[in-house]
């Protein structure tokens, strides 16, 4: 442009720092950044916050932070899209604590967190194993009255099932049926996993009673619940002895379409047979002879 006599102001420095940073051309991006001031043009916030979102993108992130000392000490004030781009670079590369500390100087200088800010601290918290911390989060965003998502709960609740916490995992999965956030069509495979999980995890801890309760929430909102799932219930409810429970699944699992397998079969037969329910026996293994027979036939 200098060649052909035109002078390139802010705008049309900022326009083309904007478009090397997303075509991940960050080094040339800097480098222009330091032709424009050489020109007398000030960069404003948003070039700065093109290069550091850049930076951060390409995980370069003492570069990123460079330029945050760099922007401060011309004056120029960082603004929220700066810090959550920041946050967001640390938080994806295990550094969690430092972009709370970045958060903490966020609020302190009246900066408002948004959605984005929360959920990249809550992602990166889960990532390191730190519940406390994103839970933490997670009451902030709430206090805030910002509406966390299915994929914000479901990272949470996973991370429970992970170290055995599956009341806890139970009550965020109720919390998050309550405030109203049901499945759609892509988040449907999500819920189906997230609830079949801790299902199954309260089975192996022992608390059917709960697990139940999330089985039949299930069913009336229309989710799928897996074979796995009605399996551990099944098996769970005929340790204790309440087939009527037990049995009801099973009816349940078939009315669906779902084959038990041979174990939970075996699992049924045993629970009639120790409470002499001989009768009881004998029709499912009828139906489970009739079932083999189906499978077995000849087209």
């Keep these: 442009m200098p060649k052909r006599g035109y002078t390139p102001d802010s705008y049309t420095y900022g326009t083309l720092i904007n478009g090397l940073c997303r075509a991940g ?3 040339e991006a800097k ?10 043009c000030s960069p404003s916030v948003i070039t700065y916050s093109c290069l550091i979102h850049g930076f951060c993108q390409s995980n370069k992130l003492e ?6 000392k760099d922007m401060k000490s011309k004056g120029i004030e960082p603004n929220v899209y700066t810090y959550s781009c920041l946050i967001d670079g ?9 972009a709370m500390e970045l958060l903490e100087r966020m609020i302190r200088k009246r900066l408002v967190p948004n959605s984005i800010t929360y959920s990249s601290l809550i992602y990166g918290f889960c990532k390191e194993g730190r519940l406390h911390e994103a839970i933490q989060i997670l009451d902030r965003m709430k206090l805030q009255d910002l509406k966390p998502d299915a994929g914000l ?10 170290i055995s916490k599956f009341q806890e995992a139970a009550n965020f999965l109720d919390e998050m049926v309550l405030s109203g956030i049901t499945p759609n069509r892509v988040t449907w495979g999500l819920h189906v996993r997230i609830h079949n999980r801790v299902i199954q995890g309260l089975c192996s801890e022992g608390h059917p009673n709960q697990a139940f309760q999330l089985y039949l929430g299930l069913r009336t ?10 399996g551990s219930l099944i098996h769970c409810f005929c ?3 309440d087939l009527h429970k037990a049995g009801r699944i099973m009816d349940e699992m078939v009315i669906d379409g779902c084959i038990p397998d041979v174990e939970t079969w075996n699992v049924m037969l045993d629970g009639f047979w120790d409470r002499k329910k001989v009768r009881e026996a004998a029709g499912l293994m009828l139906a489970k002879l ?5 499978n077995t036939a000849p087209i």
């Design 63 to 68: 570069d990123a932070m460079e330029l945050l």
């Design 31 to 40: 480098e222009l950044l330091i032709d424009m001031e050489a020109n007398g």
């Design 221 to 230: 909102r229309g989710i799928s619940v897996e074979t796995n799932t009605c």
């Design 153 to 162: 709960y479901s990272k949470i609740i996973n991370g429970l099932c992970e």
């Design 25 to 27: 051309r960050t080094l």
């Design 290 to 294: 009739m079932d083999e027979f189906q």
């Design 90 to 98: 640390l938080c994806k590369n295990g550094h969690s604590l430092q």
């Design 239 to 241: 340790k204790r002895g």
